[in-house]
């Protein structure tokens, strides 16, 4: 199972904006299984980037970090699909934290536990991890 869902996606997500992402050929209709595609690659990102420090692979429920984490990069993947680059992609600087986050994680500079107080800013090109 995947980090993130469609659905979390889609929350977030103009579904026409999820239909360009995915929609290679551009007949109005998602490319089958492309999106299973796109998460299962930003899952083997989050992996590699926690990798040195957490024992993976994580079992469901995944701790909200890295959940939040999924949803950020798919966002920002949608986006990068739609040619969409840094300067216009709502979601380049979230997933840029998110990713800094995650490697701090890997380092063991930052803990991996889904007791942690997580806060996402998604109103503002932060992403904030506090694990107090």
């Known amino acids: 199972m995947a980090y993130t869902t469609q659905s979390e996606i889609e929350a977030l997500l103009p579904p026409k904006f999820l239909l360009q992402g995915i929609d290679d050929d551009n007949n109005e209709t998602a490319d089958s299984g492309l999106l299973?595609?796109?998460?299962?690659?930003?899952?083997?990102e989050i992996d590699g980037l926690i990798s040195p420090s957490v024992a993976l692979p994580l079992t469901s429920p995944y701790p909200a970090q890295i959940r939040v984490s999924a949803l950020v990069l798919s966002?920002?993947?949608v986006y990068r699909r739609r040619g969409m680059a840094d300067e216009v992609n709502p979601w380049a600087e979230r997933a840029k934290d998110v990713r800094a986050a995650l490697a701090k994680i890997g380092?063991?500079?930052l803990a991996l536990d889904s007791d942690s107080d997580i806060v996402a800013a998604f109103n503002t090109n932060t992403l904030r991890f506090h694990n107090d």
């Open 36 to 44: 299973t595609t796109l998460l299962g690659v930003v899952d083997l």
């Open 75 to 77: 966002l920002d993947s």
């Open 107 to 109: 380092r063991g500079e």
